[in-house]
């Protein structure tokens, strides 16, 4: 399969049909679920019948440019999640989304912020992107630490959706992050 993107120690490639185990396994691990779900599973058949076919759907709608990508280590290529950098359905294509969702295992060991920074720099310097954003958990600090060391600011607090309404911290809704290409230039050395 095709390489879209390589960092230091990751690889990322578009994934296929034939991965839905890898999300069915990421999706079953309720830490891994905790901010998205409050630990439930994703149901395996709705990976297949919808997860799945959305993602390659959308490489459709984008080409391979922009979309969800399976993250393998560079050595020995296992398989550690997914990220993402991609627009709303509805939105315009300059506007990406930016996320991630790692196995327990690679958590910690700075793989988001390597991959986000790789992500953020291709999408400003190759796919025309000229604003990133990213949406969390109020809660969740990990993952806005990510957001922060990327030079992304907080831009606004957001509502928890009501599918989300009975996971942990919900009541404190979520943030948004953003930086845009401007802001990312003037912070390179």
């Known amino acids: 399969m095709a390489t879209y993107l390589e960092s230091e120690r990751l690889t990322l490639r578009p994934f296929t049909a034939a991965d839905a185990d890898l999300l069915i396994e990421l999706d079953s691990d309720p830490a891994v679920m905790r901010y998205l779900t409050g630990g439930a599973p994703t ?26 990508f399976a993250a393998h280590e560079r050595d020995g290529g296992a398989f550690i999640g997914w990220f993402c950098l991609r627009p709303l359905r509805s939105g315009p294509r300059e506007e990406a989304e930016l996320g991630y969702r790692l196995r327990q295992a690679a958590w910690g060991r700075g793989y988001a912020t390597e991959v986000s920074h790789a992500l953020v720099a291709k999408g400003f310097t190759e796919l025309g992107i000229r604003m990133v954003w990213a949406e969390t958990m109020t809660v969740n600090r990990p993952s806005r630490k990510v957001m922060e060391k990327l030079g992304m600011t907080l831009a606004q607090s957001i509502p928890t959706p009501d599918d989300m309404m009975t996971v942990e911290g919900s009541e404190y809704g979520g943030v948004r992050y953003e930086i845009t290409k401007d802001q990312w230039e003037r912070r390179q050395f």
Request: hydrophobic residues 40%; aromatic residues 8%.
């Open 43 to 68: 149901p395996p058949q709705e990976v297949r019948d919808l997860v799945i076919p959305g993602i390659l759907a959308a490489y459709e709608r984008w080409g391979h440019d922009l979309g969800l």
